[in-house]
């Protein structure tokens, strides 16, 4: 079936060319951008069951602006000594300006003797905004305050910073836009320049940079309108991986291409029927390849967690976009261009004559199959027990991104104030009768005595007095392990166990919803780590015929997924210091590490299968496949790998973990387990791999 469309698309290249610019045309002209659906607001990715979403609910219907976004003006003097009382009175003087300004989407800016610290040193004022926290013209704002404060401090011996939610999302909404140009930059140069060097062509470099770029600009389109359609936001910082897969895994299953033309022209067959040929052989593993791909994302759709679940969408467009590119439109480009997509390099005219590295590598697994199983094995098995130490950090999302004014202004808060300060829990009350002060005293009191709260503010009740709110300040910062302990434990139970039949008690606030982020999470990882291993094994299971063959690449992705969770862990924990790894990762590094990983061993299986059937043993099977697959899946592996290491280069730290992760998780499937294990495990199994299916025969 592959040969009969490499033929049609040979024959009708042009068409098939002109049909997807035209596409590219009407569909990115009548799109929204992909910005539109963008969301940096962790709360609003919640299911509405959840506690934290419930509180949110009620503080909406408490009061018209009871929910309303707010920030933290730090004030200070330029010389670090105490605020004297005439500091004081021009720090009351800048917050009465401001006020009397009518900054834009500005309600109020509110200072009092509360708020000035201990050591007199430090003064805070909060900033409360018109509409929703993550509107537009909301964090659009921050900007028109801090240029207000500057104006207003201009002068005077005063210093002024602003940090906060809306300060916060911001400065991560500028660091996502300099990150997303710096990675789109470095995953452009690595496709560019790393075929080029492989193939000594700076044509084969631009070849994928010209494929994928049409199909990039169809997807984010096509995922915009999606967004639309079905009402779902993306995460602002998650949104760069749509560029980072489709590169990556664009540039692969070219290079799956590529590699096979060359080798067919080196056969001797200089027609175009060699693209038709290539396509009928490599076309058989990147479709197998992008199905697993494809039902990995789609178990994204399971997950309750929004930022997981919205993402499904996006990531099955983008690899369905490339499928079906990379069976039409990069054929029919490489129809049109021929052998001069090798040029100038002569080096793809003839066979090598020297034993190539894959030949002796091949060799080795046909005579020692057991012995590179046992030490591929132990490397793997070492790297892996560093994941026994693994840590789960829920800040990355609700911490200001290093070296931002929000992030210097943070700092200086924590340092003055208890850490909570930024960011208060916030109790409400409903009841079907009116509710008093003094009924919700023992509550108050209840709470202040738990471990871990610094201050419980007076009671607040509604105009009907049958809603009431108490704002609770923690000691710790409010996304640190111990104030989410705090919350998700003592914080909730103080809380619930004034509950009866006529009242209950919600808990909100940033840190409510991150302790709910952290339970809808852990929720996701045990309901799609076999979701995704389901659809894997029953896919491949219908491709390869067989039983073993499934299990086994399952068994050896599976010890490539801790191992790169091990090798992570060391990293980022041991090495690196840091309280632990973000708590998204190990369900994006599953995904992306066991779906990508079997890419690569699927093209090793497939092209095992082939030399069985050309009649070979299976230890010579192996040391040919080796021979011949092994480069491709090293190059493959190299620009993918590199691609998402590109992710580090954007200074955001969960991004930097994640590119750091899977960028491990690739090379260990690229240049262990598909060129070492694979092959060994094949070799030793013999034709017993491929039950219950008979011995494979020649197609």
């Keep these: 079936m592959m040969y009969k469309l490499g033929q049609f698309i040979v024959k009708r290249r042009w068409w098939v060319v002109a049909t997807w610019v035209i596409a590219a045309i009407v569909i990115v002209g009548f799109s929204p951008a992909l910005s539109s659906i963008e969301s940096n607001d962790q709360s609003s990715f919640l299911p509405g069951h959840y506690e934290s979403v419930k509180a949110d609910t009620i503080a909406k219907q408490f009061s018209a602006h009871s929910d309303a976004p707010t920030d933290i003006i730090l004030f200070n003097t330029k010389s670090g000594t105490a605020l004297t009382t005439a500091e004081q009175q021009t720090v009351k003087n800048i917050v009465h300006n401001l006020n009397a300004q009518h900054l834009g989407h500005v309600l109020s800016v509110v200072t009092s003797a509360e708020q000035l610290a201990p050591n007199h040193k430090t003064q805070l004022a909060t900033v409360t905004y018109s509409g929703n926290a993550q509107d537009t013209a909301s964090i659009d704002a ?21 940090t906060g939610g809306e ?9 996502a836009n300099r ?6 930059i470095g995953t452009l140069l690595l496709v560019l320049f790393l075929p080029a060097f492989i193939f000594r062509s700076p044509l084969a470099g631009l070849f994928p940079l010209i494929a994928v770029g049409i199909v990039y600009t169809i997807a984010s389109s096509l995922i915009a309108d999606a967004g639309h359609l079905f009402g779902f936001h993306l995460s602002q910082q998650l949104s760069i991986l749509f560029t980072v897969v489709l590169f990556g895994i664009g540039t692969d299953y070219i290079l799956f291409l590529l590699f096979r ?10 027609t175009r029927g060699a693209v038709a040929f290539a396509l009928s052989r490599a076309g058989a593993a990147i479709f197998s390849a992008a199905l697993v791909v494809l039902s990995s994302f789609s178990a994204l759709f399971f997950a309750k967690f929004g930022i997981f679940s919205s993402l499904a969408p996006g990531l099955v467009i983008c690899v369905a976009m490339m499928l079906l590119a990379a069976l039409t439109l990069v054929p029919a480009l490489l129809a049109i261009i021929g052998e001069k997509v090798f040029w100038p390099s002569k080096a793809w005219m003839v066979k090598a004559e020297k034993p190539t590295i894959s030949k002796k590598i091949g060799g080795l697994i046909a005579r020692r199959p057991g012995r590179v199983v046992i030490v591929v094995a132990f490397v793997l098995a070492v790297l892996a027990v560093s994941a026994l130490n693994f840590k789960a950090d829920f800040s990355s999302f609700s911490q200001p991104p290093k070296g931002t004014p929000s992030a210097k202004v943070y700092n200086e808060l924590t340092a003055t104030f208890p850490a909570g300060t930024l960011s208060p829990t916030q109790i409400y009350v409903t009841s079907t009768m009116p509710l008093s002060k003094a009924q919700l ?15 419980v503010l007076p009671v607040m009740l509604s105009s009907n007095a049958k809603t009431a709110e108490l704002t609770v300040f923690l000691k710790a910062a409010p996304f640190a392990a111990s104030a989410l302990g705090t919350v998700g434990g003592p914080v909730r139970t103080a809380a619930h166990s004034f509950d009866m039949a006529t009242r209950q008690v919600y808990v909100g606030g940033a840190t409510s919803s991150i302790v709910d982020v952290q339970s809808v999470t852990d929720r996701d990882l045990r309901v799609i780590f076999p ?27 599976s010890l490539g997924y801790v191992a790169t969770l091990g090798a992570t862990t060391l990293i980022f924990q041991t090495i690196g210091g840091n309280s632990g790894l973000i708590s998204f990762i190990p369900l994006f ?23 069985i059937g050309e009649g070979h043993g299976p230890r010579k099977a192996a040391d040919l496949t080796v021979e011949h697959s092994s480069a491709t899946v090293a190059a493959a592996g190299l620009i993918l790998a590199s691609t998402f290491a590109s992710l580090t280069l954007g200074g955001i730290s969960f991004l ?7 960028s491990i998780g690739v090379g260990l499937a690229a240049f262990v387990i598909a060129p070492f294990l694979i092959p060994s495990l094949s070799a030793l199994l013999g034709y017993a791999i491929w039950w219950p299916s008979r011995r494979p025969v020649k197609s």
């Design 531 to 557: 979701i995704a291993a389901a659809f894997i094994f029953i896919i491949l299971a219908i491709l390869l015929r067989s039983l073993v063959a499934p299990l086994l690449l399952l068994l050896c992705v």
């Design 441 to 455: 005293a023992p509550l108050k009191q209840k709470l202040a005595a738990v471990h871990g709260v610094s201050t």
């Design 179 to 184: 990150a997303l140009e710096i990675v789109s």
């Design 167 to 175: 300060a916060i999302s911001y400065d991560t909404q500028a660091s």
């Design 589 to 611: 590094m599953y995904i992306f590490v066991v779906a990508i990983g079997t890419d690569y061993n699927i093209l090793t299986i497939t092209r095992l299968r082939e030399e």
């Design 656 to 662: 930097s973990q994640m590119g750091t992760a899977i």
């Design 142 to 162: 921050v900007k028109t305050v801090r240029q207000a404060l500057a104006q207003q401090t201009a002068g005077t011996p005063i210093n002024a910073g602003l």
């Design 261 to 270: 033309y060359r080798e067919r022209l080196r056969g001797g067959d200089h």
